[in-house]
């Protein structure tokens, strides 16, 4: 069959950073990432030209999800932003404005040898992860497992920097006690061979107080219907049998799929259903099965005659507890009513108890062996506030499990991207003459690299701040620092992690202007423990990403897009 229109050429762009039009998308992404940072980035809202749900938020997953990128530079980018928060669960947003400010400074420069920066640009990340990774960084602190401080400090650290959470001090102290909790939960104890983490299951609530969340043990579901306290101590002491459906058992015949049925005369087919469902129910009580539960609807009959022999019914479970509540009992879901349930399907649990959270009455699963398994009640009070908490609670959690594999965390508030800057410029400086030569570059190309290299770590750091003041670093420990505006303020001031406490003969000066090269001093002689952390394991990826994305990004020449 001959074509309606005729095919049309490829359309290629030459040396795409040198295009205005792509400049400027550049630079507008670099703005939407670099106001959304930290704990006063200002928030995003998100909704399509036909109306719908407005989305509002801060969080670069969510952000760059819904952002249509036309140029594939910027998709490039996008795509490696949430690849690593799928892995990492945190730094999205420091990896991009990262990778984005080393693109923009290095197009600015005009350089032709791009090939001499890139080579530049990954010595220097060398450089900047055996530093990180060494005994001598003062910019990583240990995590005490034997004390649940530091984990608390990360967690409430990523609830600060999502103002779309809106929580106060207090709120965020409870909030970042629960997580740390959840995760402890999840942790299993006394186990020997191959370890697997446990699961912590989230509930949300709207309309509720924040100070209504709580974390409980075992698996929480929605109280079934006409169930009350007296039902429960009539069943006694567990452990108690439990057997779980996965298709409807609402005896519709409507449910069978797209099936031929073949109804003899005389035979009412409504009736026979509701007779093999009964069926079903005399073969589960003859089991002694105590709790009976369904994904989908059961049939009022069918829960009436479980009810008369003393079997707990909770039907509409859903598909998202399923796996939950077979991961906790041990049962396997049964997806067929016309065969009697085997042995191997039914499941157990400990015990049965009601809880009540703020207006709410759940009823909690317990797991009959020890085996790691928690809820988490998150309240709020709307639904906006609440979709942003408990997707920053679950990738909390994650951030606090990646510290059993590096039991580290890095100084917040912009304080390990100064000090790693301040670090990077000493080095170079004292090194360049030897460095420059193994490179095979020369002393002007590195100098250049290494200072667009350094200024765009700083550009992270600076991009924290949104009302107008500078940002300030000292000239001793190399921390962040924000101007005090109260001069009658008697409460010691700090810097951006809280590590260092202000006094009269530490020099200060502005980030974004030249001062001289110094080797960063360490903290000795305090008990002051920081109270903004990061990850280091997301924080350490971000960066590496960042690098080699960048390097990838400037090393491209054309752009071929197929029109047709």
């Known amino acids: 069959m001959s074509r309606i229109c005729k095919k049309k050429p490829a359309v290629c762009t030459d040396e795409p950073l040198s295009n205005s039009t792509i400049c400027q998308k550049i630079a507008l992404l670099i703005d939407i990432l670099s106001t959304s940072y930290g704990p006063t980035g200002r928030l995003k809202q998100i909704h399509n030209n036909v109306g719908g749900h407005v989305l509002t938020t801060s969080t670069s997953t969510v952000l760059l999800k819904r952002l249509e990128l036309s140029e594939p530079i910027l998709k490039l980018i996008s795509t490696s932003i949430q690849h690593h928060t799928t892995r990492y669960s945190d730094c999205g947003l420091f990896m991009g404005i990262f990778t984005l400010r080393l693109v923009e400074s290095t197009q600015k420069l005009g350089l032709r040898n791009v090939a001499a920066l890139s080579k530049v640009y990954m010595h220097l990340l060398e450089e900047c992860n055996l530093y990180l990774k060494g005994d001598s960084c003062i910019c990583k602190v240990r995590v005490d497992f034997t004390s649940c401080d530091s984990l608390v400090a990360l967690a409430t650290s990523m609830l600060t920097s999502k103002p779309a959470c809106m929580l106060n001090s207090r709120e965020k102290q409870h909030i970042g006690s629960l997580i740390t909790q959840a995760f402890l939960y999840s942790i299993p104890c006394n186990s020997t061979g191959v370890t697997c983490f446990g699961r912590t299951v989230t509930i949300a609530i709207e309309s509720q107080s924040v100070s209504d969340a709580a974390v409980f043990p075992g698996l929480l579901v929605d109280v079934p219907e006409m169930l009350q306290p007296a039902d429960l101590k009539r069943l006694g002491s567990g452990p108690f049998k439990v057997v779980l459906f996965s298709t409807s058992l609402a005896g519709d015949i409507s449910e069978v799929g797209d099936l031929a049925l073949e109804v003899y005369g005389g035979v009412d087919p409504d009736f026979e259903v509701l007779q093999q469902l009964l069926r079903l129910g005399r073969h589960v009580v003859k089991n002694k099965a105590s709790l009976f539960a369904c994904q989908k609807v059961i049939h009022p009959v069918l829960q009436q005659y479980f009810r008369e022999h003393g079997v707990i019914v909770i039907e509409r479970l859903g598909l998202g507890l399923m ?147 500078d940002c300030l670093i000292d000239l001793t420990y190399a921390h962040r620092w924000v101007p005090d505006m109260d001069l009658h303020n008697s409460v010691k001031r700090a810097c951006g992690c809280g590590l260092v406490e202000d006094r009269s003969n530490l020099e200060k000066t502005p980030l974004n202007t030249a001062y001289h090269t110094f080797c960063p001093v360490s903290l000795e002689n305090t008990d002051n423990q920081p109270k903004i952390l990061d990850s280091f394991s997301a924080k350490l990826s971000a960066l590496n990403v960042a690098v080699e994305i960048a390097n990838l990004v400037l090393d491209v020449k054309y752009i071929i897009r197929d029109v047709n």
């Open 323 to 469: 796996e939950p509540f077979e991961q906790i009992t041990g049962a396997q879901a049964v997806a067929s009513l016309c065969s009697p349930v085997p042995p191997e399907a039914y499941g157990l649990i400990k015990g049965f108890s009601f809880q009540s959270c703020g207006s709410r009455e759940l009823l909690q699963l317990l797991p009959c062996k020890d085996f790691p398994f928690s809820t988490m009640v998150l309240c709020h009070r709307n639904e906006t506030m609440l979709e942003e908490l408990k997707m920053t609670c679950q990738r909390a959690e994650h951030v606090l499990r990646l510290t059993l594999r590096e039991p580290y965390a890095l100084l917040g508030g912009g304080c390990t991207e100064t000090l790693l800057a301040t670090h990077i410029t000493h080095m170079t400086q004292s090194m360049v003459a030897k460095t420059a030569t193994s490179l095979g570059v020369s002393h002007s190309e590195f100098l250049m690299a290494a200072e667009v290299f350094c200024s765009s770590l700083r550009a992270v750091t600076l991009s924290l701040e949104h009302d107008g003041q």
